[in-house]
């Protein structure tokens, strides 16, 4: 049987796994939306059209076409307002000093508005000491077609977020990776329905993911800000969602 959110709020070594935790617990949500949007002005609107629903607000900065420097103040605004995390879904990838720069300087200046960030393994543990001062998710698994982060590769990555629990909070992943309680798990490619899209990304439903797999956060991105009505179809998957991890730690 898998423990509480609450629980393992004092099980983890991470400040900001433990108030995500915390948020979780209190805010009855285990949804993350990934809005990939291209217009800053779209992807601030339905931020806090959908923030009352979430516990995680995942972003891709770099495909804003029109992005302007008082963008994080802005969602920070929106996260403050609707207690949610903002992740920056960068996926860091490069040698220590390189990824320190990417998260602290350049345009986006991600540091400075991003609560968590995450990053592959394949440059070994020097990405972990190059982004230190971030909130850490591992690319331990991924949900597309052909992927080759599985088997002695997702070992790995759970073996350095164990070394280095105080940078790293938890992972991206199909399924639960590590006995620790401290760790958080987030999956992408869920849906309310099995299936798959034309660019080989694989969906799992809710229940599956949750219940079967024994992950913590579900990712949902297109089916619901594409929805005729993105905040219902939200709601829905937070219900779905919270009663699969109900279910789950019964």
């Not at 070394?163 to 990776?177: A, D, R, W």
């Amino acid at each position: 049987m898998k423990l509480s959110f609450l629980k393992r709020s004092s099980l983890t070594l991470h400040p900001t796994a433990q108030k995500l935790f915390k948020l979780m617990s209190e805010k009855k949500t285990n949804l993350c939306i990934a809005l990939d949007v291209t217009e800053q002005n779209q992807l601030l609107e339905m931020a806090d059209e959908l923030g009352p629903e979430l516990c995680v607000l995942k972003t891709h900065v770099d495909i804003l076409k029109d992005f302007t420097p008082d963008f994080g103040d802005k969602l920070k605004q929106i996260a403050k307002k609707h207690r949610f995390f903002i992740f920056e879904d960068r996926k860091f990838a490069d040698i220590g000093q390189t990824v320190s720069l990417q998260y602290h300087k350049g345009i986006y200046q991600i540091a400075k508005w991003a609560d968590i960030v995450n990053a592959h393994i394949v440059p070994g543990p020097g990405i972990i000491e190059g982004l230190k001062d971030a909130s850490l998710l591992l690319l331990a698994e991924m949900s597309s077609a052909g992927t080759v982060a599985k088997g002695t590769y997702t070992r790995k990555a759970v073996l350095l977020a164990e070394k280095n629990p105080k940078t790293v909070m938890g992972f991206i992943c199909l399924k639960k990776i590590s006995q620790k309680p401290g760790f958080i798990h987030f999956t992408p490619g869920v849906k309310l329905k099995r299936g798959k899209d034309s660019l080989g990304q694989r969906y799992r439903t809710v229940e599956e993911v949750l219940i079967k797999n024994q992950s913590d956060i579900i990712i949902v991105g297109r089916d619901i800000t594409t929805a005729q009505k993105p905040l219902k179809q939200a709601a829905l998957y937070r219900e779905r969602a919270w009663e699969a991890h109900v279910q789950a730690i019964s």
